[in-house]
């Protein structure tokens, strides 16, 4: 980033900058067609713009990347990261991990398939985890050019073994983008690990406080990352630079919010599982988590701040009253809110949400806060002493 008189890059809202005379013009245009991720001269913010190319900068040493590219959101940022490597000569399968964000799964069938028409191939779960021996299977059946897939996957917090779908990956030729959301730079790299490109919904941790929508895509590849940039500019994935500016100052607290987060999340979990009226806790960490294994091999830092838990109930109907009354109970502390990583404590049910996908009517998602874990512990117990089992 170039210096400026100031400890902070101001907030450049320029739509166009100035090229003061036709020499200059030229010049910004010639090097354009290189795609400098910082440029000598910027020429249009839906190009890039300086305020952003600083925040991008701290994401990719955040992320250990190379580079990182921001766009408007999550889902902007698997655009980017998927469409880079569609190639009309090389029209192959891709292959999807099925546990992953429903709006990243509706953007496959609604958008890949439908309107693009990708040979797309979903690897399933067995028992609430993934086989490496399948996944082999279907690499060595489809060999598809791209394998996409989640860290941790929302809602059920299964964890892939990101190390050996990578290595697995990689000797039948193909490309993986991982989607580190859940997980975060905190407790896992991808890039380090071998993945191609590492997407996130900043939204989420990377901000951390519920008031912006932002994603971002990183990488190692030079060659990819011009690619990004281009694709980007033409259907115009960019950030605005005051939102930029605002995830750059989030970013200084990334690391203390997220070890908060992430123990908060572990006292939460250890506390649902031993209280009479959950009958089913699912966190990486616990030892009846089918992936504990898996999670304790690859994470470094905690196992996510996502508690996922089942109220107990003889019935559907009683599970889904329990659900209704403990989320009642929760409101004036923990709000319904459908997103994640926020600093405060908020939930989502899973069946009214998920419905046929997940169909557990006492099922409730918490994304855990930074609150005093004493006070969010407290809060939990009163509603849940009062439910029926």
């Not at 100031?6 to 739509?15: A, G, V, W």
């Not at 607290?253 to 070890?259: E, Q, V």
């Not at 899973?350 to 006492?362: K, Q």
Request: proline share 6%; net charge neutral; aromatic share 10%.
């Amino acid at each position: 980033m170039k210096k400026v008189n100031s400890l902070r890059t101001p907030i450049y809202r320029d739509s166009g900058f100035w090229l003061k005379d036709i020499p200059t013009m030229k010049k910004a245009f010639a090097d354009e067609v290189n795609h400098p991720s910082d440029p000598d001269l910027y020429i249009y913010s839906r190009y890039r713009n300086p305020t952003v190319v600083q925040t991008e900068q701290e994401l990719a040493k955040i992320e250990g990347a190379a580079w990182s590219l921001l766009a408007q959101s999550g889902l902007a940022a698997i655009d980017i990261a998927l469409s880079i490597f569609q190639d009309s000569s090389q029209p192959r399968k891709w292959l999807f991990f099925s546990e992953i964000y429903g709006g990243t799964n509706t953007f496959i069938d609604k958008v890949l398939v439908a309107r693009r028409g990708f040979d797309i191939v979903r690897f399933t779960p067995t028992n609430d985890s993934y086989s490496l021996s399948q996944f082999e299977r279907l690499m060595e059946q489809h060999k598809p050019n791209v394998v996409f897939l989640e860290a941790i996957s929302n809602p059920m917090l299964i964890v892939a073994d990101v190390p050996e779908v990578v290595k697995i990956s990689k000797h039948y030729g193909a490309r993986v983008i991982v989607d580190n959301t859940f997980a975060t730079p905190y407790t896992l790299k991808p890039i380090a690990l071998g993945a191609d490109l590492v997407t996130h919904s900043a939204t989420k941790y990377l901000a951390g406080h519920g008031n912006l929508s932002a994603g971002v895509v990183c990488g190692n590849d030079t060659d990819l990352l011009k690619q990004a940039i281009e694709y980007r500019k033409l259907v115009g994935h960019m950030i605005s630079p005051d939102d930029a500016y605002r995830l750059y100052d989030y970013l200084k607290s990334f690391h203390l919010r997220i070890a908060q987060h992430f123990s908060n999340a572990q006292r939460v979990a250890e506390f649902l599982f031993a209280h009479p009226a959950v009958e089913k806790v699912l966190y990486p960490s616990l030892p009846n988590h089918p992936t504990r294994a898996i999670a304790s091999k690859i994470f470094c830092n905690g196992y996510g701040g996502i508690v996922t838990f089942d109220l107990k109930g003889n019935n559907f109907y009683q599970k889904q009253n329990n659900c209704k009354t403990f989320i009642q109970a929760v409101s004036e502390s923990i709000h319904l809110i459908p997103t994640l990583g926020d600093a405060d404590t908020i939930l989502m049910p899973v069946e009214p949400v998920w419905g046929d996908r997940y169909p557990f009517p006492g099922m409730v998602r918490l994304s855990i806060g930074i609150e005093p874990p004493e006070c969010l512990i407290n809060v939990l117990k009163n509603a849940l002493d009062n439910i029926c089992c």
